[in-house]
Structure formats: C-alpha cells, structure tokens
C-alpha cells in the first residue's frame, strides 16, 4: 500500500539507491498555482548533508514535475514527479547485503516478500520522505488558500526538551537553528548533544510538536475517520515514529476530568474553549482552536558499534554498520511530519462535509 | 466514515438512545464456527453496570445475528446484527438538549452536521463500541484459528501504574478484578481511587496496554500501511483515546541507539530480538516477537461539578451533567482495544501478502 | 464486497430465506427531510406479487430505520434499515439442497465459498436487490434536490421492442402498466407474451432503457472513473444483467464519425448538443444533455422444464425446479436500475469536484 | 481518480502531449520475472503507426522501468515506469485550443475542470492508454503463472463481422493482420474498409471480443463486486467505449429461458456447462468455462469533415481538426482490452477468496 488519502491521494515510488525516487498527486485542484521555489524550499529542510548534524549523503533533492501542470497552474490531472538519486553508494551495502541490521527493516521485508533489496535500505529508507515532502508542499500549497498553516518543531532531544508554551512559541525561530527547535538555548543544548552522539557513533530520539492553525471547526469524521485517527496514522507511517499524542497527551495522564475538561467560553462573540487540553479535537472533530500533537521518533538504528545479529542463512554474526547516517532523525522528520499533517487535512477538506 | 478495514471490513450504525446499536461485517470467510457464547462473553467485558465503578446503565447487551451465518457457521455472506437499546433515558439530557457540554463531541458534531441528536450524544457516544465488540470477537475467532491471542490490560490509572514487566505478566489475572489490571495489588489502589473519584462526581484517566502473541513474521505493510500506523488508527478512532506507542515508545525518548536497538539472538535456531523496544515491529511489519502498544485513555468528560460553557444560542451557560456516567473508562476500554486490534490484524491478514 | 460507493455508501446484507434484508446507508448528508412514503412506494414497485405477471411469493417489503434519522430528518450518522422475510418457503427448496440448478449462482458460490445456503438462493438471491431499493429511494432523495431526475422503463422483451424515440416519451405512462412500458400498446404485447411463457413454465429476458436529466455538465471523473463506467459497474451487478450500453450504443455500431458525431449548437445561449448520440456523456465526464443507457436482462434462470444439471457429489440428475418465480425479471428490474442509478450518482455529486 | 485495482493496483499520469505517460504499480508479488521483451512487445500492439491504417505519429513507446525490479525481478516495491513522448505536434492544436471539438472530451473536462490542456487532448487522449498496455503486461505476467490467458480480438468493424463461433477461433490468426481479426477474409474487408474512410477523412467503430481461458470456478464476488461488473467498469474506462455484454449477450435477447439455460454436465469426471451463453460466470463468479465478452467501441471522433460546434467563448464555430487521426481505434483497442481484462483479473485474484 504506498497510496496514501482517498481525496488527496499520493503515491509514491523508488528506493535509496534505485535511479530516482517519485510519485503521483491525484484530486489536487485544477486552477491551483504552483509555487515551484516553495517545493523545493521544502525539500531543502528536508535534504540530506543539510547541516552539520545530519549525514552527509550529498543529494540535491531537485524534483521534476512530470504532469499535472500547464502553465503554471494544476489542470486536475495527476501530477507526477521525480527526484533524482546522485549521490548513492552502493558499495556501502554490499558486505552485508546477507545480514540483518539490528532494529533495521532488512529481516522482517526480508520474512515478508522473501528477497531484499539490500542497497541502502532498498524501499524500506527513510528517503523515501523525500517524495513525501513533495506532495506535501502541494497539500500546503491547498491549505494555505484557506487559511491553515502548519507548524512543526523539535521539542524533545534525549532530556533535552522546550520549556515556554506552545501558544507563545515564535514559530520564525524553528528554521533559525540546525536542530528546528524554536527555544534557542535548548537548541543549543540539543545540537551539542546530537554532536557529541554523532561523535560516539551513536544515535539518540526525540519528539516533534505540530500546530496546525486556522483549520475551522467541524473537520474531522466520526467513528473510524476521526481527525486524531488519521492524524495517528500518518504519522505513524513516518519511519522510525514510534508514538503520538495529541492536546495534553500522556503529559495529562495523572489529571482529573475536573482538570482537563476544557470550558467553553465566549470570546468576541466567537465560542472558543479556555483551555485546550483537548489539541483541537473533540469527538474526532476539530473546534475551532489550533489542533496540537507530537510524534515520537525512535534513535536512529544505524549506529557504528559492533552489534550481535543474524544473518540470511541463519548464522550468528557481528555487524558494523558503514554508510553516511543521520545520529539524530528528528531535525529532518520536521518537514515530513508537516507533510504528512498537511496532506492529511488536505484529505479531508478536499472530502466535503459528509 | 462508519467502516473500518478493507477485507475484514465492519461497518456500525446506530445511536446511544436509538432502537438499536448493529453492525455488518463484511469479508469474514466461509465456513468458520461461530461460539455465539464467546461472542456473548466479550460484550460482557465491555456492558455498563457490569461493576461497582462503571455506569449503571443496564443494558443486556445481547446480539442478534440477522445474516451471513446458517447452521452454526459463517457462510461467506456480510454478517449481519443488532443490539437493542433497553435502558436509556432520554429525559435526562431534556435539559442540556441546546447546551454543548465541554470536551464532549456536542459542539464540534453540532459544528459539522448544523443539527444534533441531543439523547445521550447520539452517534458520538461511546455505546457505539458495543457494536465493535461484537465484530472484534468474530476477528478473535479467525485470530485464535492462527494461533494469534490478543490480551489487553489497564496497566495505569492516574498515578497508579503497572510495575512488573509485560514479559512476565500473567493475563488469567486480568478478568480477577474490575478494573482489568492483571496485578491485583495495582488493581485495589486503582479500585479505590475510581470509587473516590465515583463519590467526589469527578473522573480519571489511564493507559490500556495491548499484547499480541502469535503473529508470524512478515505481517504489515510498507510506507503507508505500517503495522504501527494501522494500529494507531484503530486505536485513536476509540471514544477518548489521546496517545498511543508501541515498543519501549515515549519512555525510551531518552535512551540511545545504543540502549534501544535490538539485537537479533538465535533462539531453537529461530531468528528472535534479544530485547523487544521495537515491540514486534521494525519497518512497519512484525518481527516474529510479540507486538506490545499502549493507548492513552483521557478523564471521562462527563463530570458532576459544574462548569462554564456556551449554548446553541451562543449564550454562556452553567452546567450541571445529570445521567448515568463512568469516572473512569479505562477498564471498559480494554475489550475494544482487543476488539480494535482483532479486526486490524484480521483485516491485515485475511488481505493476504502483499 | 458488500458495499458500494464511496461517498454515499451503501453496504447490504441478508439472504433470501433468512430473518431480515438489511443495509447501512453512510454518507448520506444531514438535515434531509426523509419521505417515508416515498421510500415505501419505492419498494412496492420491486415488491414480489405485485402484478399478475411477477412471483407470487407475497412479501410486503416493509422498511424499517433503525439509526440515523432523528424527528424525520437525517443526522449525518449512518442510517440502518431492515425488511422482515414474512414469506420464506424454505422447504421448497429441501430436495434441491445439494443439485446445481443450471445458470444459476449455486455451482459458482458453491465452488467460491465451499458452502451454500441453498435456501432460495441465500444471498445470490434477487430478493437482496430490496434493499438496494431502499438506499436508492434516499440517494433519489439527495438527487431531486438537486433538480435530478431518473426515469427507467422496459423498452424491450424478447422481440417486442418500444418504437417511439426516446426525447419523446411520457413516463408518467411507465407505471400505468404491469410490464413497465411508457409505449401502451407494445406494454400490452409484452404482457401477454409474458403471461404465455409463464403458462409454459418458461421465462424471457429483455432491456430497461434509463434516463438521467437535470444533471448539470461536468460530472463524472477522467480515465477509470468515468461516469459511464461507473454506470456500467453499478447495473452489471445487478442480477441477471448481461450487457450494457449507453447514448446510440450497439444499435450505432455500423454508423460513420460523420453520422454519429454530436455538434455542438448554441440554444437559448447555451452550448447543447444538437444529437445525443453520447447519451449525454463525453470523455467520462457528463455534458449537461439527458444521460441514457440501456440495460440487458437475461432471461430468469428458474423454469419449470426438466433440465440436465450436476450434483454436489459429482452425481448426473434431471431437475424440475419447484418455488415461486418471475417468468421475466425485467418489470421488477426498472426500480432496481433507477436505484443503482441514483446511487452513482449520489456517489459522484457528494464527492465534490475533484 | 486515476487509480485503477485495490489489491493490484495501478495509478497512472501523463498527457498526450506532456514530457512523459508514466504509472504506478503496486501490489505486484515480489519475486516475480519481469520479460521486458515482452513488455514491450504488447507496447507495440498498442503503438501509433503501427500499420498503415493507424495514425502516422510517430512514438516508439519505449517503458523505463525506475523501481520495483531488482536484479530482473520484481521485489515487492512499487513499480514506477515512463514512457517518453516523442512526436507531439502541438501546433497542431494551437488554432483549436478555445473551439470544443465535437463529441470530444473537450467541453465536458473544461466544464469539470474550469480549464483546458488542449494540446491534443492532454490528460483525455487516448495516447494514456499506453500506460495501461504496460501494467497490463505485468498483470499478464501474474496471470501466465497461473494458467490464465487473455485473447482478445477484432470481431466487427461497421457491418463487417466475424462469422465462426469463439470456440473455434485461432487465435494465433489475430496478430497476423492490421486489424486484429482472426478470421482472415473479413479482416480484409474490414481493413479495405478503415481504408477508403480514412480516405475521406471519416471514421468506424466496431466490436472487440475478448476470451480467458483457466480461469478457475470461484473467481469473483458476489453482489456489487461480480466479475462482469468489475470487467464492465474497466472496459467502459477505455477511451471511445460505448458499450459492454457477455456470454451471449444482446444476441440472445429474443431467446427464452429454456434456450439460454447453460446445462451441467459431467466430462472427464468434471462438472461444466453443455453450452456457454453465461460466458463463464454465474452469479457473479467464475464458473470454469471460458469468460467470454465484447466491448463496443464508437468511431473516432475526430474526422476531416467540417463540424458546427462551439468556442470557449459561446460562440458558434466550424471546425476542420487537422493533425494525425486514427479512422478506426478498434485494431489499437484490442491490447487495450486485454491490459485492462488482465488488471481485473490480477486484481481479482490477489485479493484471495473473500
């Protein structure tokens, strides 16, 4: 299954070190013009060898739109892309292209489908984000017409984590530092930590916060479509995403209902809520408020110490793993949790009110 | 969106003071013996009144089967069945009829339909789970003929948590007590603090923990029909569900790559995980190993103090919840997490590989 | 696959003999006035019994809403219905349990499902198409708001053909007559050739021809979805469909470009078509003029003659099928295609512009 | 929605005079070897001038496999694939880009869309097909494995049809003319015929028939899911079809029930039917007879004639389409047919028996 939405519907193709990674937006709009620059934009945060705490796999991630677009404008028809692989080393893979990397995806694809594609991950990679991120700059592209801007940030590294508020979060700090927190000093904190890991041939997890402001009450389904339910799974297709919660979220587990209920109250005639433990959502419908949730990501499973593991003929083996690799996922899973957000709500506007 | 899945696929319908709650089930194959008893059993778990710390609504629930079976077996047809409304009592929400009680689903479905079936919360309510109760036992039933048990637990309520490790976890001991915590020192102080909250009007949340035995390597999907991502879905489309994980999740945000992967031991010359953070997945299908998740349960929102909200008529109002409510849902959830995670591995399974 | 659409979603269930037909409606937008009669007069026009012509198996097909309506209106939520089987002969069908009657689905399903619920068919049934009324009478419902009507009629029976061009017809005349034939005099040819066959144990098959106007140009989707497509999934389910064709169709196949070509022409300043050999339908996508299509039938499978046929064991036999049936389906078939019909279309209109 | 399958499933893009057609398979098996030989053999069927009674532009429709296949085989990944375009004349349509060509999707998709790819025909055009042709081929492939072979056929071109009965058709005869007819004589006259219209600028229609045989009994899905519904739907997605019957069809309207009934018999110990007018499927599923169905195609529509028709602007116009036209697409639709026969039933049967 590599579509994703019934309205706004994505797929994607391509592996780490196949010719090209790409996909097909189907249900954009006609008559939508493309901010070519934007995408790419987005791409850029996205990129590796972006920065100093990233790997250093040397990728342009210049796409090429293939269809779809006449003239600048959407014409209904579906766009498809490509994004050039130039920078792949395969030669890396090829001593261990019979083991399987501990916490990696070689052994269970391997048990599913009963080959592999040992070259950088094959399809399991992360790169795949890539095209990800491009059809969710056109989702944004959608959703910005209507008002809904999404913001994404690093809020959690290891202990390291963002003390101000949500509400009060200057969002123009996130791209100012490599690490896309929005709290300076922690940033800092944060990027030496990642540094010294990054040293250690380690690598260590850490949490994304979203908002998503502007999306107005009454989105969402009920039932099995609820928006907390959609939300969940996109994020939860991200790799190495390993939880998710929205408003108050496990931080609120010790609270009782009499401290988390969220009031209603009016406020320049408009009803509103005086908190907003509930991130937006109430009965799998937003209310008007700015929808909130995080995601976990795991630490990054390619680590440069000696690791005990198995191979495909099912022989004990010790592995080291070689290749350019991320210590900390989460600065670049930033622009993909946006993507996925913005083509989930894209989804669901895009559905109608039913 | 009232159907859930796409070869085991159920859809609901009914309200929480309609006639009826029913459902169809639709792909479960030919020829399977179903135990109306066992059926029977799992809605039992999940009844009101069925303790001293749930609501006291009584309802039988007892299920009808309209179709799809002949003889005592499945036939291949869409399954067809209701169950009745007995108890409810309309004229208790008489009063809050135009008032949109806070964190509950009034105003946002108020917000999405421009109308509202006021009795009860409707279509919102959680009675609605009683239908998924009775599709997930016929998901258990194709589960327990491939030697895959599903066993959930409450394993936090407030403070009170769950210390010994799920490995080790003895889930006979889970039906023993009512709250569903299989250790039953836990479970007295969880006992005790609902009762407290019951009597002080107010409500209290927790954490289902969820353990799935028996699921072969190789099940799950890539990109964007991840094990995960599957599970989140059906696990955050549940009345006040807020967070979910899988593996070591949001506690190991703070351990490294080196702490967390795990390693790959043979085992009766099998291929195993020597620790299982990854909670039986990696790259988004099993591992073999036992698949463990967590779904966040907030407080109950329906409290008897008296809070500030908004009418219909965009006047503030005070208001005081009468009927029948649970202080905490967490022990009646456990059922329907089992019951979502039956009908997600069914649908994943019966789907054949792909 | 017991649903069909995507935005108005309809999924059904019941077999001919069991206790109940039944179905749930989702997608259906809120605040619809549901006309009860209406609905109920739907359903007596596919009723058994209802003519001297049809089976005599005397069911009253009456409807009853289970959820999803509240103080005569639709709420959003999905709407459950059943109609009770009062008439059910089960036995009629005992000894014919385990022989395969010819050209009907009990060898197929037999071979799919490795069991049968011989009783009347189960659910291969026509019998199942009462339900597929009911949904149709709502999608109806959203579509005369719309300003959309459907007008299906009997326009052939074995050799007994309508004359009169299609833009010319009354069908205010189709329900004045048993057969359903908007032409009186050809309506009364088929009758009593119906009624002869019907002495003589035998059966005939033949087409309904229907008729979409008010539906505004611009409907439908591109490439696989094209609303003729859709058109022709929806009637070939029905059962005893064979063949399908929409605007000239078959009867144009040896006409030239030059002769079958619609031009375009400006009447009252808008651009119609000056023919309609498109039955209204260009590149998928519906052109603003009345949409049409035709239907086949075959002829019913049950006849009292001896046949040859196969048993479950391997076993020769001469069978002489017993029961009530309809010596021709194709009266009863109108209201089932104007159903199918309505809930294309219904799908397509609720889904927006995409 | 441009997503055709939900097991195997192809999304395709691309306009007719756009860089690239291209497309997404998923669903494909893993392990599967992909005979690019053949691939592109059946591309060739489908190619522009290809003979001397097709259009003259001049496209090798060469396919780039860009994932998916590993090594020769497939590996479980979606296959992405372009096909270049490498002739398109868009000066050609420069002077028609605001006139709606008649009986062309010109006006419904600008009515659907609000705007217009004119250049020949951009997403609408057949030339899209190839894409088709080339996932077509893999399903092939799939199929091949399992026994199934798809032969499909020219049978009437105006009033030139094929004479002797399906059984008996060699189908090896089909290749070896332009026009696709197994039956050499008539393929003469229809191909004299294709030529004298083009002659004078006019166009045909005509009928392909189609034939699978190993098809085993069982295939299918009951009620909205039945094999001729599924097949109706993907040949009424074919650009210029118009109409759709199987087994006997709209010849056998005038037969009764007693001359249409297919009998059971035994041969070779194996139960099959005497005759074959269900054209293999019974309710809805396979009954292990050949499959057997036609699909109307209509003339081409654009022809060298002068036509009244419409501009953009509301204005009556003449138009004169220039430019390189097919008289006849019924000898090019015979691969399409087959492409989309063998998605169906690739589809079908990767779903499992459900």
Not at 59 to 84: H, Q, R, W, Y
């Amino acid at each position: 299954m590599n579509t994703f939405g019934r309205n706004f519907r994505f797929t994607s193709f391509g592996e780490s070190h196949g010719a090209v990674l790409g996909g097909i937006i189907d249900g954009c709009p006609a008559g939508l013009t493309v901010d070519f620059d934007f995408v790419q934009r987005e791409l850029a945060r996205r990129r590796p060898a972006q920065s100093a705490i990233t790997t250093q796999r040397a990728e342009k991630d210049k796409v090429t739109f293939l269809s779809g677009i006449f003239e600048g404008k959407t014409t209904g028809a579906p766009i498809g892309f490509i994004i050039e692989n130039n920078d792949a080393q395969s030669a890396d893979y090829e001593e261990i292209k019979n083991i399987f990397r501990p916490s990696h995806a070689d052994f269970t694809w391997y048990k599913k489908y009963g080959m592999r594609d040992f070259r950088g991950g094959g399809r399991s990679s992360a790169r795949e984000t890539a095209a990800r991120v491009t059809a969710g700059a056109l989702a944004k592209i959608i959703l910005a017409e209507k008002g809904i801007a999404i913001n994404a940030f690093t809020s959690q590294i290891g202990t390291y984590k963002i003390s101000i508020p949500i509400e009060t979060i200057d969002f123009a700090e996130t791209e100012t530092n490599d690490v896309r927190c929005p709290q300076p000093d922690v940033a800092a904190k944060m990027i030496d930590y990642i540094k010294q890991l990054k040293e250690e041939g380690d690598s260590i997890g850490g949490v994304v916060t979203c908002a998503v402001s502007g999306l107005c009450a009454g989105t969402g389904e009920p039932v099995f479509g609820k928006l907390q339910a959609r939300l969940a799974a996109a994020m939860m297709s991200i790799p190495a995403a390993h939880g998710f919660d929205y408003g108050i979220g496990f931080e609120g587990v010790t609270l009782k209902g009499s401290q988390q209920n969220d009031e209603f109250v009016l406020k320049n005639g408009k009803t509103v809520t005086a908190t907003n433990n509930s991130g937006g959502i109430q009965g799998g419908i937003s209310n008007g408020m700015s929808v909130y949730f995080r995601v976990l990501f795991k630490p990054a499973s390619s680590i440069a110490c000696p690791q005990q593991t198995v191979d495909i003929h099912g022989q004990a083996q010790t592995i080291n793993i070689a290749g350019r690799h991320d210590p900390c996922v989460v600065p670049r899973a930033v622009p993909v949790v946006e993507a996925m957000a913005a083509m989930t709500l894209a989804d669901m506007i895009l559905g109608g009110r039913k």
